[in-house]
Structure formats: C-alpha cells, structure tokens
C-alpha cells in the first residue's frame, strides 16, 4: 500500500489521479517530506513540459485580465495579523528621544523653556484626528534651517531609514523615510509624537509606499519622542502596534 | 550531491540557460500580493503565454482556452500572496493552477465520453503535435531531446496524462497496458525528464 501510494506522485503532478485518489495522496503528502521533496522536483519537470508549450494568447485577452484585476480582491497571506494589544512600555522603549534644549544662562531662558512647554501642552490637545493636515506654527525649511537643528537618521525594523530633522526652538521635527517595505492597501504608516507621560499624538499619516516626507511634526519639545508604526489604512487614533523605527538615542 | 550527479547526466549542456534573463519572477510575484498592478502587468507579460499554451494544449478549443487562460491569470492576482517560494518557482505555481484548471474543465465536460472515442486519433496526432511547437522555443527544444531519451511508454504515457489531460485509467485503457504499469512508466519517465533538464530542485 505505501509503495503504491509513492508510485502516484508522477500521476500527481500530471493532475492525472482520480479526485478520491488525488485527496487521500494529498493527505499523504502532508506528513511524507521525502515524498513532498519529489512532488516537487517533478512539478517543476511538469512546468518545463507546460512552458514548452507556450504560445501567445489572443491580443484582447490582456486587457480583459487587467481590467478584472480592478475588480477582484485579492486573498490576504496566512498569518498575517496586526499585534492586537499595544506594548506600552515596549512602546516607550524604542520610540527617538528629542535631543534637549542646550542650557541657555538666565531667566529669559528659564521663561523660554515654560513657553516651549505650554506651546507643546496645547498642541497636544487640541490635535487629535490623524491625518488632519497640521497648521503648522513654522515650516519644514524654517526647521532645517534652525541654528539648533540636528539630525539623526535611524533605520528602521521595516527596513530603511527615518531621517529626523527637530528644532527644539522651532518646537518642530521634519521627518523623511525612505526604503521602509511598501505595505499593502490596508494598511498605512503613521508618524506619532509621544509625550514623557507615555500619550502619544499623531503626528500625521505617511505613505504605505515605504517613502515619505519630509513631513512637519508641529509641537515636538524636549522630552518628546518620534515614532511610526504600521497601521490600518486611514490610521488609528493611538498606536497599536510595536513602531517600525528603531531607537536608541 | 544530487546536483552534481545530474550534470554529470545531462547529455550535452546546450546554450545558455533561459534563466539566465528571466526577471525576478518572485519579486513581483510578492509585489503583485501587495495589490500593485504594474507588477501584475510585468507578470502577465511573462507568465501569459506559458499559461495560454498549457490550456489551449489540453482543451484544444481556442474559445474556451482564451475563457480558462483568464481564469488562470485572475487566480493568479487573486492568490499572489498564497504563492510559497519554498514550494517551488513561480512558473511551476503558475502553471499548476493552468494545467489544473483546464484538466477540471475537461473532466466536468458531459462530452467526456465523446472524447474517449476521439482517443484514437488524438493519440497518432500527439508526436506531430509536440514536434511543431516544441521545436520553436529553446525550452521546447530541451524538452523535445529529453523525452526522446524516454522509453516509448514512458514518453507516450507522459504526453497523453500531461498535454493530453488524461487520467492514469484512460491512459492505461488508451495504451492497452495494466494500471500499476502506467503509474510507473509516469513515474519513472518524470524523474528521467527531471534530471535530463537539470531541474534544480
């Protein structure tokens, strides 16, 4: 019976068993590897036979496959999933620390510093939706351009980088990514400013392309942090997922 | 190990191999999973031909091979992300969705029996039939050689179960031989045809 069973794989390949036999060959093959390594080897035998073969279709049937396409979803992959718990202290852990202001002498610095913190407080209550485009106090050039600007480029667990570009004077950082897998339709990117508390604002919704920016993130003071994570499409309004950018500063 | 046994085994190694300039048919296959249309348009452009070729083998009838082609090509959007590397190369994948569904659509026929009593002069016209497309592509040429290494069973079981879209009864009934002895001669010539073209895996 076992050797009759192995003698099917060629039949296998060839689609040419009978439906009883092609089913209880297949259950075999789910738990025989030696056999699953020579169905293998003989499906692609099987190929070269179907690619000697090759003709090209009619011209009109191109376009009639393409325009389905437009019409037909497509099946997701097995075991794919979006983290369903956010990980907070994770969360923190790897999330880029916003480099300090450097210590200005006197009071007026000491007045500056509470101004740039107020600023920030309500920036973070009155921006809530994601995606809302941000009226922004200053501009991504203004940013850039600041005395005290600093840049750290950061790679991130999507791959690629994430330039981040803050001003803590312009209480503003200017972010850019490139190279980060592009992402299905479903899902998105989205750019968070987390405060020391742990609360997080979002920051805006970057492009499931992979590459993005640069984009201004209003209300960035000291002792903030930038992250991204992935997200559904249209964003979330907290993360709830482990951010792609990697740390640490 | 193997793989080194086989090139000792191949008759002659021929002109470069074709792979050589296939595009990155993995790649789009995984950019064709993430919804992007160029790709599918770069994999319709090779995979088109090798799937129309394969169902109008086993259906004959241009109509419903245009019909089956684009259910195959739709499948292959539709299912892109179910596509597993680890379980051979795309073109295998591709095809075995091709070869599968035209086999479906003749077995599902009414007119089967019709077709067993075409049997007979399908059979003297299937040599010819390989022999007039197969000499045109360098694959063709491959395959053509290496089935002319096979015993006249073995090559006659594989033609009629694979272009002919049999099942291994009707082969058996078609060739007059017994059963177990077509399994086997399916068999023993895939795994000769398998190592003849050097398949890798």
Known sequence: MRDDLHALSGSYVLDALTEPERDSFERHLQHCSQCEDEVRGLRETAARLGLAKTVDPPPQLRPRVLAATYRTRQLPPIGDRIEPERRRTRVAQRWLRVPQVPRLAGAFAAAALVVVVALGITQVVTRHQPGVAQTASTTISRVVTAPDARTETVATSAGGTVTVVVSAGQQAAVVSAAGMRSLPSAQTYQLWVMGPDGSARSAGLLSRTGRAGPVLASGVVPGDRIGITVEPAGGTSSPTTTPVLAVPV | ?201
């Open chain 2, 1 to 201: 190990m193997r793989r080194t046994a086989i090139r000792q085994l191949r008759p002659d190694p021929g002109p470069a191999e074709d792979t050589d300039r296939d595009p990155d048919l993995p790649g789009l296959l995984a950019q064709v999973a993430r919804g992007d249309h160029r790709a599918f348009e770069l994999l319709y452009g090779e995979l088109a031909g090798p799937v129309y070729g394969v169902v109008r083998q086993v259906l004959r009838d241009p109509a419903q091979s245009e019909e089956v082609a684009q259910e195959v090509l739709l499948e292959i959007w539709r299912a892109a992300s179910r596509y597993d590397p680890a379980k051979g190369s795309p073109a295998a994948w591709a095809l075995t969705i091709a070869h599968r569904r035209a086999v479906d659509r003749v077995r599902s026929e009414s007119a089967s029996s019709r077709r067993e009593e075409k049997a007979a002069p399908d059979l003297s016209e299937a040599p010819d039939d390989v022999a007039d497309v197969v000499a045109t592509t360098l694959d063709g040429q491959r395959v053509r050689r290496c089935l002319d290494g096979l015993t006249e069973l073995q090559r006659e079981s594989i033609k009629l179960a694979y272009y002919g879209g049999y099942s291994y009864p009707q082969v058996a009934q078609l060739l007059g031989v017994a059963l177990g002895t077509v399994k086997t001669r399916i068999r023993d010539g895939l795994i000769r045809m398998r190592d003849c073209l050097g398949v890798a895996w």
